[in-house]
T-cell receptor, first 112, second 112 residues
Framework: DAEITQSPRHKITETGRQVTLACHQT?????MFWYRQDLGHGLRLIHY???????NKGEVSDGYSVSRSNTEDLPLTLESAASSQTSVYFC???????????FGEGSRLTVL | SQQGEEDPQALSIQEGENATMNCSYK?????LQWYRQNSGRGLVHLIL?????REKHSGRLRVTLDTSKKSSSLLITASRAADTASYFC????????????FGEGTQLTVNP
Protein backbone atom coordinates (compact mmCIF):
# COMPACT_ATOMS: atom_id res chain seq x y z
CA ASP A 1 0.00 0.00 0.00
CA ALA A 2 1.13 3.54 -0.69
CA GLU A 3 2.16 5.48 2.37
CA ILE A 4 4.02 8.48 3.75
CA THR A 5 6.77 7.91 6.28
CA GLN A 6 8.72 10.28 8.49
CA SER A 7 12.03 9.71 10.20
CA PRO A 8 13.21 9.92 12.83
CA ARG A 9 10.04 9.67 14.90
CA HIS A 10 11.80 11.14 17.93
CA LYS A 11 14.95 13.24 18.12
CA ILE A 12 16.71 15.20 20.82
CA THR A 13 19.36 17.67 19.75
CA GLU A 14 21.25 20.65 21.08
CA THR A 15 20.88 24.32 20.28
CA GLY A 16 22.88 25.31 17.22
CA ARG A 17 23.06 21.87 15.61
CA GLN A 18 21.78 21.16 12.12
CA VAL A 19 18.87 18.72 11.99
CA THR A 20 17.20 17.09 9.02
CA LEU A 21 13.80 15.43 9.20
CA ALA A 22 13.01 13.05 6.38
CA CYS A 23 9.69 12.61 4.61
CA HIS A 24 9.11 9.95 1.96
CA GLN A 25 5.85 9.24 0.18
CA THR A 26 4.99 6.46 -2.24
CA UNK A 27 1.68 7.99 -3.39
CA UNK A 28 3.46 9.73 -6.31
CA UNK A 29 1.84 12.98 -5.19
CA UNK A 30 3.07 16.25 -6.61
CA UNK A 31 2.21 18.36 -3.55
CA MET A 32 4.09 17.97 -0.28
CA PHE A 33 3.88 20.03 2.89
CA TRP A 34 5.60 20.43 6.25
CA TYR A 35 3.62 21.57 9.27
CA ARG A 36 4.54 22.02 12.91
CA GLN A 37 2.06 21.38 15.69
CA ASP A 38 2.24 23.21 18.98
CA LEU A 39 -0.24 23.56 21.82
CA GLY A 40 -2.25 26.73 21.39
CA HIS A 41 -1.29 27.13 17.73
CA GLY A 42 -2.71 24.14 15.94
CA LEU A 43 -0.85 23.20 12.77
CA ARG A 44 1.19 25.88 11.05
CA LEU A 45 2.63 25.58 7.56
CA ILE A 46 6.42 25.74 7.32
CA HIS A 47 7.26 24.99 3.69
CA TYR A 48 5.56 23.33 0.76
CA UNK A 49 6.31 22.06 -2.73
CA UNK A 50 4.14 21.58 -5.79
CA UNK A 51 6.65 19.45 -7.66
CA UNK A 52 10.30 18.64 -8.29
CA UNK A 53 12.57 21.67 -7.89
CA UNK A 54 9.65 23.74 -6.56
CA UNK A 55 9.74 24.98 -2.95
CA ASN A 56 7.79 27.74 -1.23
CA LYS A 57 7.75 29.40 2.18
CA GLY A 58 4.81 28.97 4.47
CA GLU A 59 3.58 30.86 7.49
CA VAL A 60 6.53 30.01 9.79
CA SER A 61 9.50 29.36 7.50
CA ASP A 62 12.26 31.26 9.34
CA GLY A 63 15.04 28.88 10.41
CA TYR A 64 13.86 26.07 8.12
CA SER A 65 14.67 24.98 4.56
CA VAL A 66 13.50 22.26 2.20
CA SER A 67 14.62 20.82 -1.12
CA ARG A 68 12.72 18.74 -3.65
CA SER A 69 15.01 16.71 -5.91
CA ASN A 70 12.48 13.97 -6.66
CA THR A 71 8.75 13.34 -6.33
CA GLU A 72 8.99 11.06 -3.29
CA ASP A 73 11.02 13.10 -0.80
CA LEU A 74 10.83 16.48 0.91
CA PRO A 75 13.44 16.70 3.69
CA LEU A 76 13.10 19.51 6.21
CA THR A 77 16.34 21.03 7.51
CA LEU A 78 16.81 23.16 10.59
CA GLU A 79 20.06 24.97 9.84
CA SER A 80 20.80 25.91 13.47
CA ALA A 81 18.28 24.43 15.87
CA ALA A 82 16.73 26.72 18.48
CA SER A 83 14.68 25.86 21.57
CA SER A 84 11.68 27.57 19.93
CA GLN A 85 11.78 24.84 17.29
CA THR A 86 10.92 22.15 19.83
CA SER A 87 7.71 20.79 18.34
CA VAL A 88 6.01 17.93 16.56
CA TYR A 89 6.57 18.09 12.82
CA PHE A 90 4.16 16.60 10.29
CA CYS A 91 4.75 15.93 6.65
CA UNK A 92 1.77 15.63 4.32
CA UNK A 93 1.13 15.10 0.64
CA UNK A 94 -1.76 15.55 -1.74
CA UNK A 95 -2.32 14.50 -5.35
CA UNK A 96 -3.48 17.82 -6.74
CA UNK A 97 -4.67 21.35 -6.08
CA UNK A 98 -7.89 20.40 -4.31
CA UNK A 99 -8.39 17.49 -2.01
CA UNK A 100 -7.37 15.73 1.11
CA UNK A 101 -3.94 15.69 2.69
CA UNK A 102 -2.28 12.42 3.63
CA PHE A 103 -0.22 12.84 6.79
CA GLY A 104 2.78 11.04 8.18
CA GLU A 105 2.90 9.94 11.81
CA GLY A 106 4.97 12.91 12.91
CA SER A 107 8.49 13.60 14.16
CA ARG A 108 8.84 14.85 17.71
CA LEU A 109 11.88 17.14 17.98
CA THR A 110 13.29 18.41 21.25
CA VAL A 111 15.97 21.10 21.16
CA LEU A 112 17.87 21.45 24.43
CA SER B 1 -3.41 34.06 12.58
CA GLN B 2 -5.42 30.86 12.17
CA GLN B 3 -8.06 30.90 9.45
CA GLY B 4 -10.24 28.34 11.21
CA GLU B 5 -11.26 28.33 14.85
CA GLU B 6 -12.99 25.36 16.43
CA ASP B 7 -15.51 25.53 19.20
CA PRO B 8 -15.60 24.11 21.79
CA GLN B 9 -11.94 23.51 22.61
CA ALA B 10 -12.92 20.38 24.54
CA LEU B 11 -16.04 18.25 24.64
CA SER B 12 -16.82 15.30 26.89
CA ILE B 13 -19.87 13.10 26.24
CA GLN B 14 -21.21 9.64 26.96
CA GLU B 15 -21.16 6.80 24.48
CA GLY B 16 -24.26 6.85 22.31
CA GLU B 17 -24.67 10.62 22.46
CA ASN B 18 -24.15 12.93 19.51
CA ALA B 19 -21.14 15.24 19.36
CA THR B 20 -21.21 18.57 17.57
CA MET B 21 -18.13 20.64 16.82
CA ASN B 22 -18.11 24.01 15.14
CA CYS B 23 -15.60 25.82 12.97
CA SER B 24 -15.55 29.49 12.02
CA TYR B 25 -13.27 31.03 9.43
CA LYS B 26 -12.45 34.48 8.17
CA UNK B 27 -12.05 34.60 4.40
CA UNK B 28 -13.78 33.09 1.38
CA UNK B 29 -12.88 29.48 0.77
CA UNK B 30 -12.76 26.88 -2.00
CA UNK B 31 -13.50 24.04 0.37
CA LEU B 32 -13.43 23.07 4.04
CA GLN B 33 -12.15 19.78 5.39
CA TRP B 34 -12.35 17.97 8.69
CA TYR B 35 -9.55 15.82 10.06
CA ARG B 36 -9.21 13.55 13.05
CA GLN B 37 -6.06 13.00 15.12
CA ASN B 38 -5.67 10.22 17.65
CA SER B 39 -3.19 10.89 20.44
CA GLY B 40 0.39 10.65 19.19
CA ARG B 41 -0.64 9.97 15.60
CA GLY B 42 -0.90 11.85 12.33
CA LEU B 43 -4.05 13.53 11.07
CA VAL B 44 -6.54 11.51 9.06
CA HIS B 45 -8.91 13.08 6.57
CA LEU B 46 -12.62 12.64 7.35
CA ILE B 47 -14.63 14.68 4.90
CA LEU B 48 -14.39 17.56 2.42
CA UNK B 49 -17.21 19.97 1.65
CA UNK B 50 -16.96 22.40 -1.24
CA UNK B 51 -18.03 26.02 -1.02
CA UNK B 52 -21.11 25.37 -3.20
CA UNK B 53 -22.31 22.53 -0.96
CA ARG B 54 -24.39 22.98 2.17
CA GLU B 55 -24.38 19.51 3.72
CA LYS B 56 -22.49 16.28 3.34
CA HIS B 57 -22.72 12.87 4.98
CA SER B 58 -20.24 10.07 5.48
CA GLY B 59 -21.32 7.19 7.69
CA ARG B 60 -21.99 8.63 11.17
CA LEU B 61 -20.56 12.00 10.15
CA ARG B 62 -22.60 14.97 8.99
CA VAL B 63 -20.94 18.20 7.95
CA THR B 64 -22.72 21.46 7.21
CA LEU B 65 -21.31 24.60 5.66
CA ASP B 66 -22.78 28.10 5.84
CA THR B 67 -20.66 30.38 3.69
CA SER B 68 -22.75 33.45 4.59
CA LYS B 69 -21.79 32.97 8.25
CA LYS B 70 -18.35 31.57 7.42
CA SER B 71 -18.97 28.57 9.61
CA SER B 72 -19.13 24.79 9.51
CA SER B 73 -20.21 22.10 11.90
CA LEU B 74 -19.25 18.46 12.28
CA LEU B 75 -21.81 16.14 13.85
CA ILE B 76 -20.84 12.65 14.97
CA THR B 77 -23.93 10.58 15.71
CA ALA B 78 -24.15 7.70 18.15
CA SER B 79 -20.60 8.30 19.38
CA ARG B 80 -18.31 5.48 20.49
CA ALA B 81 -15.33 5.41 22.82
CA ALA B 82 -13.18 4.91 19.74
CA ASP B 83 -14.25 8.36 18.49
CA THR B 84 -12.13 9.91 21.26
CA ALA B 85 -9.65 12.12 19.40
CA SER B 86 -8.90 15.69 18.38
CA TYR B 87 -10.87 17.03 15.45
CA PHE B 88 -9.58 19.82 13.22
CA CYS B 89 -11.19 21.88 10.54
CA UNK B 90 -9.01 23.02 7.67
CA UNK B 91 -9.88 25.66 5.12
CA UNK B 92 -8.64 26.11 1.59
CA UNK B 93 -8.86 29.90 1.18
CA UNK B 94 -9.56 31.22 -2.31
CA UNK B 95 -6.32 33.20 -2.24
CA UNK B 96 -4.08 30.49 -0.78
CA UNK B 97 -3.08 28.51 -3.84
CA UNK B 98 -4.39 25.25 -2.36
CA UNK B 99 -2.65 25.51 1.00
CA UNK B 100 -4.80 24.33 3.88
CA UNK B 101 -5.00 26.39 7.07
CA PHE B 102 -5.87 24.47 10.23
CA GLY B 103 -7.67 25.49 13.38
CA GLU B 104 -6.52 24.53 16.87
CA GLY B 105 -8.89 21.61 17.14
CA THR B 106 -11.58 20.25 19.43
CA GLN B 107 -10.60 17.52 21.87
CA LEU B 108 -13.47 15.03 22.03
CA THR B 109 -13.68 12.51 24.84
CA VAL B 110 -16.32 9.82 24.62
CA ASN B 111 -16.82 8.06 27.94
CA PRO B 112 -17.89 4.39 27.88
Amino acid sequence: DAEITQSPRHKITETGRQVTLACHQTWNHNNMFWYRQDLGHGLRLIHYSYGVQDTNKGEVSDGYSVSRSNTEDLPLTLESAASSQTSVYFCASSPGPVGELFFGEGSRLTVL
Amino acid sequence: SQQGEEDPQALSIQEGENATMNCSYKTSINNLQWYRQNSGRGLVHLILIRSNEREKHSGRLRVTLDTSKKSSSLLITASRAADTASYFCATDPETSGSRLTFGEGTQLTVNP
